[in-house]
């Protein structure tokens, strides 16, 4: 068919409604918005940690006695003994270090069995029927219950801190992703019949890419979870190099309540810094499509 | 006369929890005849299309179709949010295994015929409800389809668009050559668009009434307020209606 033709037809984009594009375009008057944006996501929880802080002094000063503010030193003291002594900070760090890898190898690992799993349940009913309930016990297992028993068969060291990592982190991405791969609209399902998808075709193009969001928020969870993992892991099996759980129960031994804040300081940055990272990355590949109006990273 | 595209013989469909959908239906669709049908809500309309298609098989009776290159345009646009619309418009030839550059050209082809161009980039959360039914429709025409299924592709639109939409969907019509079974609950919509319409019961759905519209094409859209145009649509909402009391 010919330009002319459709010109004829009066297929005119021009006529059509296509003025009512609502994309992403009413950004301009950005600046001082985007200012006070800002404003209004920093400054309530700025308001919560300036209140907090003010507590903790309160608390070291006002209510403990000289002998007994070890339980709660200042903060400026958790500080200078951690921050800027350099011998304990770098003690600290490098137990961050090695609880970092743990936590990461884990969580790498929870992801492809996971991922894997929660694929091969949304192929077929029966499989799913046959393994969630133990996706779901291995939930609801107590993990400092069997940390002693891993620690019998893979030895203590850094091969078991992984598998602690992995079984706490796992439920949630299988969950997550068979959550999205099953919420598929049947009206797109019906799509891909008519058109004779096969069941490869079905999960890569239509059910995946569908189920992103959900993968990335229980990544999300996740990578907070294995950074718990792998601290606990730590704490218990004392081979190989120490890690931030084993240096917080030596802190403990020792009344070290500074270094003590400081190493916990640490690992909830550790916990954080993953947690919004993968919020991140699930954001900046779906942001494109998602209507992600009001949705924090 | 030329072989009908679509045959029904006293199709009937009785769902696997008992309920009858669908009664006895028989009306066959010519080669570039559109047929409008009409009917209350939960008569079974759609279930008809499903049949069709067989997304849904008749489990009496039979229909007669090629299911290669059917058009099957849903209520909703059911578009693929992480593709833009040159990739929404490429997915069934993907699906089918058309190669790259035959895909491309054909999309280019059928989003400049449903007035598209420009926005191939886009994504369909920036689009608006009557631009994402223009994407799926043009999807649709990508395969060329010789009979097209409409299940209420407008009824989620404003009456404007939807008149608009009207509008355009006969210049397709004239232009590419295929026949349609379009459902509605509109009976102007009904009317304006068709060849014949069909009306349907209540639940079991049976076709209790069947009307010819006279009115020549290319329509216009001041026909909606001839005389003729009225009166017949008021024969067939009578005949819903006697059928609902």
């Known amino acids: ?297 | 006369m030329k072989a009908p595209v679509i045959e029904f013989r006293h199709a009937g469909k009785v769902f696997d929890d008992g309920t009858h959908a669908v009664e006895d239906v028989s009306f066959q669709v010519g080669p570039e005849e559109i047929v409008a049908i009409v009917g209350p809500s939960g008569c079974g309309k759609s279930t008809l299309l499903r049949m069709a298609s067989e997304l849904s098989p008749a489990t009496s009776g039979e229909v007669e179709c090629s299911h290669e290159r059917l058009g099957y345009v849903f209520q909703d646009a059911t578009l693929l949010p992480w593709r833009n619309v040159q990739r929404n418009v490429e997915l069934f030839g993907e699906l089918r295994g058309t190669p790259k550059e035959e895909r491309a050209r054909q999309a280019q082809e059928v989003i400049d015929l449903v007035g598209l161009k420009g926005f191939e980039r886009h994504y369909p959360k920036a689009l608006s409800g009557g631009m994402k039914m223009r994407v799926s429709l043009a999807r649709s025409l990508t395969m060329k389809p010789p009979l097209f299924l409409f299940d209420e592709p407008f009824g989620a639109l404003d009456e404007i668009t939807r008149e608009r939409l009207n509008d355009e969907l006969l210049k397709l019509f004239a232009i590419e050559d295929f026949a349609a079974i379009f459902i509605t609950h509109s009976v102007n919509e009904a009317v304006y668009l068709s060849n014949r319409v069909l009306v349907m019961s209540p639940r079991p759905g049976r076709l209790i009434g069947e009307f010819n519209v006279p009115f020549d094409f290319p329509r216009s859209a001041e026909l909606r307020f001839e005389p003729d145009f009225a009166r017949l649509s008021g024969e067939i909402s009578h005949a819903l209606r006697s059928e609902l009391t």
């Open chain 1, 1 to 297: 068919m010919s330009i002319e033709a459709r010109r004829e037809a009066g297929l005119d984009p021009t006529r059509s409604d296509a003025g009512t594009v609502n994309g992403p375009g009413p950004e301009k008057p950005a600046r001082r918005s985007r200012v006070a944006g800002l404003m209004s996501t920093v400054a309530p929880p700025l308001v919560v940690f300036i209140a907090f802080i003010a507590f903790w002094y309160a608390v070291s000063y006002l209510f403990l006695e000289e002998t007994q503010r070890f339980l709660l030193p200042p903060p400026h003291e958790v500080f200078i003994v951690s921050f800027l002594d350099t011998v304990n900070l770098t003690e600290i760090l490098n137990a961050l270090f090695s609880t970092t890898q743990v936590a990461l190898v884990g969580l790498a690992i929870a992801i492809v069995i996971g991922v894997s799993f929660a694929v091969l349940m949304s192929l077929g009913k029966w499989v799913e029927r046959s393994l969630y309930p133990y996706a779901v016990i291995l939930q609801t297992v107590p993990i400092l219950a069997i940390v002693p028993l891993i620690g019998f068969w893979f030895d203590f060291n850094f091969r078991s801190r992984v598998i602690v990592c992995v079984i706490i982190a796992l439920f949630p991405i299988i969950t997550n992703t068979l959550f999205g791969l099953q919420s598929v609209d049947q009206q797109m399902h019906d799509l891909f019949t008519l058109h004779k998808a096969s069941r490869w075709t079905r999960l890569l193009k239509l059910q995946l890419p569908h189920a992103l969001p959900a993968i990335f928020a229980g990544f999300r969870i996740s990578a907070g979870l294995s950074v718990i993992g792998a601290i606990v892991g730590d704490f218990f099996f004392r081979q190989g190099e120490p890690g931030i759980g084993r240096l917080l129960d030596v802190y403990r031994a020792g009344l070290q309540s500074e270094q003590l804040f400081a190493a916990l300081f640490f690992s909830s940055l550790l916990g954080l810094g993953v947690f919004w990272f993968f919020g991140l990355i699930g954001h900046l590949l779906t942001r494109h499509w998602r209507d992600t109006a009001g949705q924090q990273v």
